[in-house]
């Protein structure tokens, strides 16, 4: 009897649990996923839609039911677990990724290929993130500044100076390197959530220089017409500006197709992908990413080795900077416009969050991460109006199911005897 009572007591806990988690979901999505407003003419109509609200709260209440018996113990429903992967698989699946990749852009779509554009420009990111984050242990939610330095430097040396694309991509490397050394001086002394926050504002303070400086940026509008790059000096255009001048094209005799610069620009992000994974790989094998490590596991214990933690976190953010400044020239020169509403922080968010689910460390997690993050929306783009909410929700299932990333680095560990 005693244990028929103690059973039912949790169950009854479980079953109000469930209805107060349900009731403030309710009262959380009624007015963003019930009440939709529309555009009727000039005039501004509210539409209600409750059945988004009511999948939520029944799934919230059938979740919270189900609690009990997806947690730790005997009768826990084990999620299925990803297989540890050694560093030469991980490095073989990168090789067979990258040679999949180039081939690719012969056989997609051209939506396809610009998505899979698009997925590259966020692997760079990622990777150029993962040297702050995932190595160094520093927060930073203002990386989305250093990527529009090298999109804002593209298109400005290009408007004022006349510089290509190709002069242009290491000078914005060096520009995003300089900022990051910037501001790594005032960050020298603050760790996690300080940190967060002056990383944070550096990133806003970056997109309001952009919309104010008129003169310079262009403003609220940018600056647009930015040139594709070249290919060995001849453009990948219908008609040369310059008046005599010979395109690609006209070169090799072909007849001009637009889905020619698509692929052409394809394999110059994959090319840049693997320039990036080439610099960072022999980067964290080298001392200063030992370093690196050692300043994320413990900084007191960093200076004991004689390291010096300033130069350590200057050097994180300076070489972390460079790459994104690699990825805003691309992706300047993509776009063929910049504005400050390219660079806003769910940009920062949406980086990190690949550095996380992807696995802090691991650049194969990393390159996975970008791509689903980058494709599922795509391939979900018929519920366009609850794709943050999808996404939020694979974050939260994500973290309880694995939190510690898609493919975690695997680090050496020495097990003392009992």
Same mark, same amino acid.
């Given at each position: 009897?005693?244990?028929? /009572?103690?059973?039912?007591?949790?169950?009854?806990?479980?079953?109000?649990?469930?209805?107060?988690?349900?009731?403030?979901?309710?009262?959380?999505?009624?007015?963003?996923?019930?009440?939709?407003?529309?555009?009727?003419?000039?005039? /501004?109509?509210?539409?209600?839609?409750?059945?988004?609200?009511?999948?939520?709260?029944?799934?919230?209440?059938?979740?919270?039911?189900?609690?009990?018996?997806?947690?730790?113990?005997?009768?826990?429903?084990?999620?299925? !677990?990803?297989?540890?992967?050694?560093?030469?698989?991980?490095?073989?699946?990168?090789?067979?990724?990258?040679?999949?990749?180039?081939?690719?852009?012969?056989?997609?779509?051209?939506?396809?290929?610009?998505?899979?554009?698009?997925?590259?420009?966020?692997?760079?990111?990622?990777?150029?993130?993962?040297?702050?984050?995932?190595?160094?242990?520093?927060?930073?939610?203002?990386?989305?500044?250093?990527?529009? /330095?090298?999109?804002?430097?593209?298109?400005?040396?290009?408007?004022?100076?006349?510089?290509?694309?190709?002069?242009?991509?290491?000078?914005?490397?060096?520009?995003?390197?300089?900022?990051?050394?910037?501001?790594?001086?005032?960050?020298?002394?603050?760790?996690?959530?300080?940190?967060?926050?002056?990383?944070?504002?550096?990133?806003?303070?970056?997109?309001?220089?952009?919309?104010?400086?008129?003169?310079?940026?262009?403003?609220?509008?940018?600056?647009?017409?930015?040139?594709?790059?070249?290919?060995?000096?001849?453009?990948?255009?219908?008609?040369?500006?310059?008046?005599?001048?010979?395109?690609?094209?006209?070169?090799?005799?072909?007849?001009?197709?637009?889905?020619?610069?698509?692929?052409?620009?394809?394999?110059?992000?994959?090319?840049?992908?693997?320039?990036?994974?080439?610099?960072?790989?022999?980067?964290?094998?080298?001392?200063?990413?030992?370093?690196?490590?050692?300043?994320?596991?413990?900084?007191?214990?960093?200076?004991?080795?004689?390291?010096?933690?300033?130069?350590?976190?200057?050097?994180?953010?300076?070489?972390?900077?460079?790459?994104?400044?690699?990825?805003?020239?691309?992706?300047?020169?993509?776009?063929?416009?910049?504005?400050?509403? !390219?660079?806003?922080? /769910?940009?920062?968010?949406?980086?990190?969050?690949?550095?996380?689910?992807?696995?802090?460390?691991?650049?194969?997690?990393?390159?996975?991460?970008?791509?689903?993050?980058?494709?599922?929306?795509?391939?979900?783009?018929?519920?366009?109006?609850?794709?943050?909410?999808?996404?939020?929700?694979?974050?939260?299932?994500?973290?309880?199911?694995?939190?510690?990333?898609?493919?975690?680095?695997?680090?050496?560990?020495?097990?003392?005897?009992?």
């Amino acid at each position: 009897m005693g244990q028929a /009572i103690s059973d039912r007591q949790p169950l009854g806990r479980t079953f109000s649990n469930a209805v107060i988690a349900a009731l403030l979901t309710a009262i959380l999505t009624a007015p963003v996923l019930g009440l939709q407003l529309r555009l009727h003419g000039y005039q /501004i109509m509210i539409r209600q839609n409750w059945q988004p609200v009511w999948m939520a709260v029944t799934a919230v209440f059938l979740f919270q039911l189900a609690r009990p018996w997806l947690v730790r113990g005997k009768t826990a429903i084990k999620l299925p !677990s990803l297989p540890a992967l050694g560093a030469n698989w991980q490095r073989t699946i990168l090789w067979a990724l990258l040679a999949a990749g180039l081939v690719w852009p012969f056989f997609g779509s051209r939506g396809a290929v610009d998505v899979a554009m698009l997925a590259l420009i966020y692997v760079i990111l990622g990777l150029g993130l993962n040297i702050v984050v995932g190595f160094a242990g520093l927060l930073d939610l203002g990386y989305v500044g250093f990527y529009a /330095i090298g999109g804002y430097t593209y298109a400005m040396l290009n408007l004022y100076f006349g510089l290509t694309f190709w002069e242009c991509l290491p000078i914005a490397m060096v520009m995003a390197a300089i900022f990051g050394f910037v501001l790594g001086f005032p960050v020298l002394r603050l760790r996690g959530d300080y940190l967060a926050i002056v990383t944070l504002g550096f990133g806003e303070i970056i997109r309001m220089l952009a919309n104010n400086l008129t003169s310079l940026t262009g403003g609220p509008d940018g600056i647009s017409s930015i040139p594709k790059p070249t290919v060995f000096g001849y453009e990948m255009v219908r008609v040369a500006k310059v008046e005599g001048a010979r395109t690609f094209h006209e070169l090799l005799g072909i007849p001009y197709n637009s889905e020619h610069v698509v692929i052409f620009l394809y394999l110059l992000a994959l090319a840049l992908v693997a320039f990036t994974l080439l610099v960072t790989s022999r980067l964290i094998r080298m001392p200063i990413g030992r370093a690196w490590e050692a300043l994320r596991e413990d900084e007191i214990a960093c200076r004991s080795l004689g390291l010096n933690p300033t130069r350590i976190k200057l050097s994180a953010f300076t070489l972390g900077a460079s790459f994104a400044g690699l990825a805003g020239a691309f992706f300047a020169a993509r776009q063929g416009l910049v504005n400050p509403e !390219s660079f806003t922080f /769910i940009e920062s968010a949406m980086i990190l969050a690949v550095v996380v689910l992807g696995g802090m460390g691991s650049q194969l997690g990393v390159v996975l991460a970008a791509i689903l993050l980058t494709v599922l929306p795509e391939v979900a783009r018929g519920l366009s109006e609850y794709r943050m909410l999808a996404f939020g929700l694979v974050m939260v299932l994500m973290m309880l199911w694995r939190p510690q990333g898609l493919l975690p680095v695997s680090r050496p560990a020495v097990e003392l005897p009992q």
